[in-house]
């Protein structure tokens, strides 16, 4: 839809809510029905209010205004009862939503997109990931404590998806997995300068060091993760920076310095505004027969923005990269050597993160309050529901600068 286009519907929304119809719907009643023609219309299955049980009628008008932050608000603030994964399940399993989208008619698409449209429409007009706007995430989702990610993510800290290959037989092992695939397709030697973008608590990077015998500097915008990883894991041959990628990008010391440079789960956070310089800084720091590895989630429909719900609560900024922008960005700087897609294996990550989240909540019942725990619940089902289904994959390329001069790399799975 073009931008004109847009800002015309936005228009008649706003008239439309700002009036009478925002008055009707306030009805119970009135959202109610319209809630239900919604969902038929959609070709969401009828066995979806078997699954939905309403403890306050608002929330009728929560859902139809908010859809998706409507329906987490509601939860979160105990208007209704649910488990999220069977009513997410129902939701995206073979619906214009979910599995079928583009695939015919598409009403509850269309009206979630118009309820969508305020924050898209941030993400058309402004740069949500410049400098000023990217330490949002680090503050609200990173910053918060380690407490809660000590427990859930298990003793890797790795707080992106694993690599749940046969021999995994749990978290730990599956993160490990992860970490030895990059390691394996960075093809490092031992000695090399190694740098990785958006570090985490910097355990691949320690990983890589201990196992490739290299030297890693990480880089990270999380002030807690600095510390955390400055605490725990500092040693010889490793070096942590607390500052924004860029300013590294930018420093001359370090054009041409890295034989090897990956970077996992921080594309997300880029930006698809940002992406060209992204990546052009990855050449920057490269020395010429270097080799990247970008491990990023996937989108097979692009957007400007996240869904209101992960945009408000979970990832502000963020924006899941839709391969279209992505080749855009890179054709003209990098082949790309590899491109493998593991994103199921994200489904198993978030449900043992899950099932780990969910203990330490029990453990501990004062840490957080009761609308975040079902809030941090919704936000991990609804991400296991959309890698289970397929509708977001994981996607890794292995890149090399050009130009460049070598023979085909191995292929590692």
Not at 57 to 62: N, R
Request: charged fraction near 20%; charge should be neutral; glycine fraction near 8%.
């Amino acid at each position: 839809m073009a931008m004109m286009g847009c800002l015309a519907v936005v228009a008649v929304v706003v008239a439309l809510l700002g009036g009478g119809l925002q008055m009707a719907l306030k009805q119970p009643h009135i959202s109610k029905a319209a809630l239900h023609k919604v969902v038929e219309l959609g070709g969401i299955s009828p066995t979806i209010w078997d699954k939905l049980e309403f403890v306050d009628d608002s929330a009728w008008y929560d859902i139809i205004t908010g859809a998706n932050l409507g329906l987490a608000e509601a939860y979160m603030h105990g208007k209704i009862k649910m488990d999220p994964m069977e009513v997410f399940m129902t939701l995206l399993d073979g619906t214009s939503i979910g599995t079928k989208r583009k695939e015919g008619s598409d009403y509850l698409g269309i009206v979630m997109g118009i309820l969508s449209l305020p924050t898209y429409l941030q993400g058309y007009i402004s740069n949500m990931q410049s400098r000023e706007h990217s330490t949002r995430v680090t503050k609200q989702h990173y910053d918060v404590g380690n407490d809660l990610y000590e427990v859930m993510l298990g003793p890797t800290m790795s707080y992106t998806c694993a690599y749940w290959t046969p021999n995994a037989s749990n978290l730990e092992e599956a993160q490990t997995n992860k970490f030895d695939l990059i390691l394996r397709k960075l093809e490092v030697k031992p000695g090399m300068k190694v740098v990785e973008l958006g570090m985490g608590w910097a355990t691949a990077a320690n990983y890589m060091h201990q196992n490739g015998k290299v030297n890693v500097t990480g880089v990270s915008l999380s002030e807690q993760q600095v510390k955390w990883a400055t605490k725990n894991v500092a040693k010889d041959g490793l070096q942590f920076l607390w500052l924004d990628y860029r300013d590294h990008c930018d420093d001359p010391k370090f054009i041409g310095y890295y034989d090897r440079l990956y970077s996992i789960g921080m594309l997300e956070h880029v930006g698809y505004k940002n992406h060209a310089s992204f990546f052009k800084c990855i050449k920057r720091l490269l020395k010429p027969d270097g080799l990247a590895v970008v491990h990023s989630i996937g989108e097979p429909d692009f957007l400007p923005a996240s869904d209101p719900f992960i945009d408000k609560y979970i990832f502000p900024g963020a924006v899941i990269p839709a391969m279209s922008s992505l080749t855009a960005a890179f054709e003209n700087d990098f082949i790309l050597e590899d491109w493998q897609n593991f994103g199921y294996d994200y489904s198993l990550t978030l449900n043992a993160w899950n099932v780990n989240a969910e203990k330490f909540f029990r453990d501990n019942p004062g840490a957080y309050t009761v609308e975040f725990q079902r809030m941090w619940h919704y936000y991990l089902k609804l991400c296991e529901a959309l890698f289970d289904l397929r509708i977001n994959q994981l996607w890794h390329f292995v890149l090399s600068p050009r130009p460049t001069s070598r023979k085909r790399i191995s292929r590692q799975l």
